[in-house]
């Protein structure tokens, strides 16, 4: 129990979400190992942060938030933006702190996308919380 304890515990601070959205996959070429271990310490983080809230938000929840950005196109900022209310209407409703905690988190990441780049970044973020959470998903 004390692991999920941590778990639950992890925290993003505006340099973990600058890091997540500002991704530059191309240089981690295995050239440089620093790069490398950074980015898997990042994706690690990730992993622990998920599995901490998995059970905050239902899977389908989940796919649905997820559908709508996977169809959105790169120039479609202001459609972006436009989800975080939708997401704050999710957490409203689960009524849960660990719902709130994955829709901030989701919300957060959507406020510093402000590029086509950082938005293609986003999409790959998102895909790999939904990932995450099919895997640590529990149900009620």
């Known amino acids: ?11 993003f601070n505006d340099t973990d979400y600058q890091r ?10 295995g050239k440089d190992p620093q790069k490398v271990r ?8 990730l992993e622990r942060f998920v599995k901490g809230q ?33 997401l704050a209407y999710i957490s409203a409703r689960q009524q849960n702190r660990k719902a709130l905690v994955m829709t901030d988190f989701i919300s957060k990441l ?15 973020v998102m895909e790999a919380v939904v990932a995450y959470h099919k895997l640590y998903y529990k149900g009620n």
């Open 54 to 86: 998995a059970n905050g938000i239902t899977p389908s929840q989940l796919r649905n938030i997820y559908s709508v950005i996977k169809e959105l196109e790169d120039d479609k900022l202001g459609e972006l933006i436009f989800l975080r209310p939708k």
């Open 110 to 124: 959507i406020s510093k996308v402000s590029t086509q780049a950082e938005f293609k970044n986003f999409k790959t």
């Open 38 to 45: 950074s980015l898997n310490a990042l994706i690690d983080k």
């Open 20 to 29: 997540l959205i500002g991704l530059k996959l191309n240089e981690v070429d």
């Open 1 to 11: 129990m004390a692991g999920n304890d941590r778990n639950s515990r992890v925290e």
